[in-house]
């Protein structure tokens, strides 16, 4: 597989945790197994109804996500660099009866290209991947190479705004540098998992902050046109210590402070050409 460096060490960063997430009250895999979808309500009214269609999930870990839209009546293709999240996620596809409605593919999403199953009416990726990705034009051709002309390109993640603050800090505090772009943030090893913190990780990491501009640009220059912009102030996990779980399951500020956007989600889809077909 044509992989970079840093992604390289990511790999084996996510290959040391997905056991840790498997076995995690984070990810709570004894609940999806007895029938817990896993996607919110934003995601689920976004995207709508998959009964029948072509999905794509892009960086889908060890398949819950993926999973959940195949019980949804969606036929899905995970992919992820991770050899050893996508062996749980063909176990759990078993386990749960879906192996006719998901399949995985180990791939690079910045590398990836045309995929088997391509064109796709839905690609997705959600929560958690625009931080592990180091070159966003390969990401936005992954994208473009697989996506149906009529099709549409969901995303949903944390803010790129909120992303740039101190997660230990109750006070928004600037930690990260916005326009940071290409240049990658080592985490060392140590550090405790966002599953369990209780896991400390032996291996080190890569991250990435972008811009809105650089991730839209990104997608634009691929023919694909940004619509359906929508930004939330609360997010899909506790990113600050205040946050707490409502009833709409996610989670929320507490601390007296302005409201922020801590998620972004939109979709792209081609542009039409006035007077074209």
Known sequence: MNMNKNHAVNREWWDEVT??????????????????????????????????????????????????????????????????????????????????????????????????????????????????????????????????????????DGHPLALIFDESSPIPVVHYDYFQGTTPIHEPAGSPDYADPSYRIRSQSRSFTWSISAVFSALENRGLQIHEVCEYPFTAWPQFPDMKRGDDGYWHRTTDVPPMPLLLGFKARRQRIPGAG
């Open 19 to 156: 056991p840790v997430h498997e076995a995690s009250d984070f990810y709570d895999v004894a609940g999806f197994l007895d029938g817990r979808n896993t996607l919110g309500t934003i995601e689920r009214q976004a995207v709508g109804d998959v009964a029948g269609r072509k999905l794509l999930h892009l960086q889908c870990h060890f398949g819950l996500d993926t999973l959940s839209w195949a019980r949804l009546g969606a036929d899905v293709v995970g992919v992820d660099f991770s050899p050893a999240a996508l062996a749980t996620a063909e176990r759990l596809a078993e386990e749960c009866c879906l192996e006719s409605r998901a399949r995985f593919i180990e791939a690079d999403v910045t590398t990836a290209g045309r995929l088997a199953g391509a064109p796709f009416d839905i690609v997705f990726t959600s929560i958690g991947v625009l931080v592990w990705i180091s070159d966003l034009d390969g990401w936005a051709a992954t994208i473009d190479a697989n996506l149906a002309d009529d099709g549409f390109f969901y995303f949903l």
